[in-house]
C-alpha cells in the first residue's frame, strides 16, 4: 500500500541559503530510490518564510523504510540539526 509522508521544517531564518542546498542534495538522492514515486521540497508562501515542506510519496512501507535508514537521510539531518528553528513535524499517511 503506498505510503504518504509530509514534514514540515521551520529553519532558523539566517540558515535558509544553507538548508535548502543540504535539501537539494536530499531531494536529488532520494528521487533515485527505486521504491520514491515523488519527493518534493516546497516553502510555504503564505506562512513563516522559513518554513519548508516536504511532500514524499512512496510504493509501500519497505520503501519508505529504505528510504528512513537511508545514509543520505541520516547525513541530511546531520547536517541540518543545527538550522532547525524548531522541531520537525512528520505525518505519515
Do not use: W
Not at 510555504?44 to 509501500?60: A, H, L, M, T
Not at 519497505?62 to 540539526?81: G, P, R, V, W
Request: proline share 1%.
Amino acid at each position: 500500500m503506498k505510503k504518504t509522508v509530509i514534514a514540515r521544517l521551520t529553519i532558523k531564518k539566517e540558515a535558509v541559503d544553507a538548508f535548502t542546498q543540504f535539501a537539494k542534495k536530499m531531494v536529488d538522492e532520494t528521487r533515485k530510490e527505486a521504491g520514491c514515486i515523488t519527493y518534493c521540497l516546497y516553502k510555504n508562501c503564505f506562512g513563516q518564510d522559513s518554513e519548508f515542506i516536504f511532500y514524499e510519496e512512496y510504493k509501500d512501507q519497505a520503501s519508505l523504510d529504505y528510504h528512513n535508514n537511508s545514509e543520505h537521510l541520516k547525513q541530511f539531518f546531520t547536517n541540518i540539526t543545527s538550522l532547525l528553528a524548531g522541531k520537525p513535524i512528520v505525518e505519515v499517511f
